[in-house]
């Protein structure tokens, strides 16, 4: 168990749609980190949040956005959802944020239908 | 961007053989990581590698950072049916962590 939560565990939903993944970090950790996983793609960057601050954006579609709240639990918001998108989410958190160790949550498997 | 290559994308091996995967890239690295992916699990850190030519070890598992700091190998010496999962490095870039394209072990007992 890395100490990371995410809800849900798993989420089936129809093109056009929108969802929230929410992420619970460590307790202590300040840095939350969004990755997509794929089978065609691997393991996918999409966003760092600092203590409430974003710090670093990687291949995140316009159609997709994040926010870390002041206890520092963080959702990824997915909207007008198409077939693709249907994936692996993960999320993993850090002490600082910077040049670390990652603990990875146990990922919400999102499936568009 | 950045790109992370490893190689081999799968191995098969008999339990009791010896395992290498290889992490490539065409810049210099400042650091790498490491992560073992169980099937149907997250992702976990095993190591991270900062220095040129530097060789941890956990157990039956030796990681090294080349001397250029431009590949990196993971070697699991007597693979255990345990040792099953994907393997993938990963390396620090513009504050992103980038992950290369993962190894995937299959032990047979």
């Known amino acids: 168990d890395s100490g990371v939560t995410q809800t849900p565990k798993h989420l089936i939903t129809a093109t056009g749609q929108r969802v929230t993944l929410r992420c619970s970090p460590r307790s202590g950790d300040l840095s939350v980190y969004w990755y997509q996983q794929s089978l065609d793609q691997g393991l996918q960057f999409l966003i760092q949040y600092y203590n409430g601050e974003e710090r670093a954006k990687g291949n995140i579609l316009e159609r997709f956005s994040a926010q870390q709240f002041p206890d520092l639990h963080s959702e990824l918001n997915l909207s007008s959802l198409e077939l693709g998108d249907s994936a692996l989410y993960f999320c993993a958190s850090s002490a600082t944020g910077e040049l670390g160790e990652q603990y990875f949550g146990p990922g919400t498997r999102l499936t568009v239908t | 961007g950045q790109q992370v290559m490893q190689i081999p994308q799968y191995q098969h091996v008999q339990e009791g053989e010896d395992f290498t995967t290889y992490c490539n890239s065409s810049?210099?690295?400042?650091?790498i990581q490491w992560y073992k992916q169980r099937p149907g699990g997250h992702p976990v850190f095993l190591i991270q590698?900062?220095?040129?030519?530097e060789v941890k070890k956990q157990k039956r598992l030796t990681f090294q950072f080349g001397e250029a700091k431009k590949n990196s190998s993971l070697h699991i010496t007597a693979t255990q049916t345990t040792d099953v999962g994907t393997y993938f490095c990963a390396v620090y870039n513009t504050d992103k962590l980038i992950f290369g394209t993962g190894t995937r072990l299959q032990v047979f007992p």
């Open positions: 810049t210099t690295l400042s650091n």
């Open positions: 590698l900062v220095k040129s030519g």
